[in-house]
């Protein structure tokens, strides 16, 4: 069965150095808070524990397990979690800090979360350059997986009270730092030796792109990489995979839940969110494994459980 999850009080507090510490030290003890950027208000969660990003998307209502943007506080963390090549070095020198999110290769031995991937092998990072979203990063000294903090489907929030109409009851904590000066997503772009692709179009334009790099900048997407804010198609294994199995037969790797054990099990107790943190890394372990053939254990699809339903049936979908 799912944790319990009763309603949760959520304070808005001012943003200053004691609003900071209390939002550094509930992002420690797992929770997500919502908290400023230039662009709009994201729910930011430690990127590299996998239940704390998936509280992010039971308190967003997230239908699916898209790519999450990671927020670092400066170019040495961001060369830590991805590659940056000589096109994406230049983009950086140029627009961070500020609006823009690139598509990277994910760095050997990132500790980012599975989970805040897809499980893909590209990272989505970006350096911010508000205040308070700095403030949190140095103070927790910590990659921040940070989506808009609004219910999923709804406007994203560009000030404190669109937040608390939102998510109230849902997060313990949202930092008021005043309305998001730009108000609007950060571009999202794929760079690339030759050129650069525009996956999401932001505040820094095709042409600003260019202007940087001397090279052309592609828009509209091709569906070869997936990015947040893109209706795409998430990391698949390459094996046939079954759902709703109570046991495997000789061919498959069983991936288990609550009393259903498995060969590996996204979570033992039955936790939703503990199981919707270990799905990638699962899915990863079964693709990877001598058998041909994957088998799922069945979920309840009530809160979270309804997005690890759709990331598993597109797991399933076979063309």
Not at 81 to 97: C, R, S
Not at 151 to 157: E, L, M
Not at 166 to 185: F, Q, R, T
Not at 248 to 272: Q, T, V, Y
Request: aromatic share 4%.
């Amino acid at each position: 069965m799912q944790r319990p999850n009763p309603s949760i009080a959520t304070v808005i507090r001012p943003f200053d150095d004691a609003a900071i510490k209390d939002a550094a030290t509930r992002i420690s003890a797992g929770e997500c808070v919502a908290i400023p950027t230039e662009t709009v208000y994201g729910l930011a969660a430690d990127a590299t524990n996998g239940e704390a990003v998936a509280s992010v998307y039971a308190a967003k209502g997230r239908p699916s397990f898209n790519p999450l943007i990671v927020h670092v506080p400066d170019i040495e963390m961001a060369r830590s979690l991805a590659e940056i090549d000589t096109v994406a070095e230049k983009l950086a020198g140029q627009f961070w800090p500020g609006p823009l999110t690139m598509v990277l290769p994910t760095a050997k031995n990132s500790p980012v979360a599975d989970i805040v991937t897809a499980g893909l092998n590209t990272i989505a990072i970006r350096i911010p350059a508000h205040p308070a979203m700095q403030a949190l990063l140095r103070a927790t000294g910590l990659p921040l997986a940070a989506p808009s903090a609004n219910a999923s489907g709804r406007i994203s929030p560009t000030q404190a009270e669109h937040v608390r109409m939102s998510l109230d009851g849902k997060i313990g904590l949202i930092i008021d730092a005043g309305p998001s000066s730009l108000g609007l997503e950060s571009t999202i772009i794929a760079p690339g030796e030759s050129g650069v692709r525009m996956l999401r179009p932001g505040p820094i334009t095709a042409e600003h792109i260019s202007s940087a790099t001397g090279l052309p900048t592609e828009t509209g997407s091709t569906g070869t990489i997936t990015a947040p804010g893109q209706l795409a198609t998430h990391y698949a294994p390459a094996k046939p995979v079954r759902l709703d199995a109570s046991s495997s037969e000789p061919d498959e790797w069983l991936i288990g839940f609550g009393a259903i054990a498995g060969d590996a099990s996204l979570s033992e107790s039955g936790d939703l969110i503990e199981a919707a943190a270990n799905l990638f890394g699962c899915l990863h372990e079964a693709d990877a494994s001598e058998r041909p053939k994957i088998a799922v254990a069945p979920l309840p699809r009530d809160g979270i459980g309804e997005a690890i339903a759709d990331r598993l049936a597109r797991a399933a979908h076979r063309d």
